[in-house]
């Protein structure tokens, strides 16, 4: 039976790693001639475990990759010596299951075959939420966002609106749980640099479509250390003076060379690509820490990564196009 220790956690978690692709695995797969060829050598690593089989090359990659994922988050929830922290992030899996479900209700179609599996709230509890638009089972303030969504939508449909509050919920409640267990672990400075970078990114993209303050303030993050007025303030200013502006407390320095980055490149991708790499050195560093946190999310963030490297080589072989690979796998 599991134990809730770390002894535990990091025995399973070394052999769980093993079977991870690295950058050679992902290299020779994306090298592959064909697409039916790289499914095999994927399959050959080990990859999705049971889902091995001649069964196996009847599915789609996707689904492939899907299973794998749940998998893995099943594997992190039952380790975890500390879940009220993991849960923390696993949220984004129930952040996608809402805005399935009510974009699903709003088109009055099924849920498309996109759904999570392994998020923080019971699947069918939140199916139940939004077709009877009866939330009292969440969390308080996603109860409060969900209430509020359903209001807006009496006046007209807006998924970029419904989005943003659903997000917003997500990283208030983080900060929320944070705030009670007294957090001030390599947690607390995961989530405050991606509310930062995520709120410097919703600074570009209002500034390129002209929007005002009151556009752009539902749409930035708690849980950042950069106060929410700079970035009100710096709808207005001139972008040679932004990183200048936003330059605040220990996440700035990054923001404002990501931001300098941006202006001598004109790319909005390249805030994901930092954000994503100094989101990984932030757990990289806590998974020194045997007795800690660290090596757990460590695995977790791991397959996600993975995930996202398979998709980009499986899109690129339906595609015809040359694989180009996520940094962390170049």
Not at 146 to 169: G, H
Not at 244 to 264: F, M, P, V
Not at 284 to 310: H, Q, V, W
């Amino acid at each position: 039976m599991p134990q809730a220790s770390y002894a535990y956690a990091m025995g399973r978690v070394s052999v769980m790693t093993i079977k991870m692709l690295d950058a050679v695995k992902l290299r020779r797969i994306a090298e592959a001639a064909t697409e039916r060829e790289a499914l095999v050598m994927l399959l050959e690593t080990g990859y999705g475990g049971n889902l091995s089989g001649s069964n196996t090359f009847n599915k789609e990659i996707d689904y492939i990759i899907r299973d794998q994922l749940t998998q893995s988050r099943a594997d992190v929830w039952e380790i975890t010596p500390d879940p009220e922290r993991t849960k923390l992030f696993l949220l984004e899996v129930d952040t996608h299951n809402i805005k399935a479900f009510l974009k699903a209700r709003l088109l009055g179609i099924e849920v498309p075959d996109i759904l999570r599996y392994g998020g923080v709230f019971n699947l069918d509890m939140l199916k139940e939420c939004v077709k009877t638009k009866n939330y009292e089972q969440l969390p308080d303030i996603y109860k409060k966002a969900m209430n509020e969504i359903e209001q807006d939508l009496l006046r007209e449909v807006d998924p970029l609106s419904f989005s943003a509050k659903i997000d917003s919920a997500m990283f208030r409640y983080i900060k929320a749980e944070l705030d009670r267990l007294h957090d001030h672990s390599f947690v607390r400075d995961y989530f405050s640099l991606m509310a930062d970078f995520q709120n410097a990114r919703s600074l570009i993209r209002a500034r390129f479509l002209h929007w005002d303050v009151d556009k752009i303030r539902p749409q930035l993050l708690e849980c950042g250390e950069i106060d929410h007025r700079y970035f009100l303030e710096a709808i207005d200013t001139p972008m040679e003076q932004l990183s200048g502006k936003l330059n605040r407390g220990s996440n700035g320095r990054l923001i404002a060379e990501t931001l300098d980055d941006y202006n001598s490149k004109s790319q909005l991708p390249v805030f994901k690509q930092k954000m994503e790499t100094a989101l990984m050195e932030i757990v990289k560093k806590a998974s020194y820490n045997p007795f800690g946190l660290g090596p757990i999310i460590g695995y977790l963030l791991g397959r996600n990564a993975e995930a996202k490297a398979l998709r980009v080589i499986f899109n690129a072989k339906r595609s015809g196009v040359e694989v180009n690979l996520p940094e962390l796998y170049q």
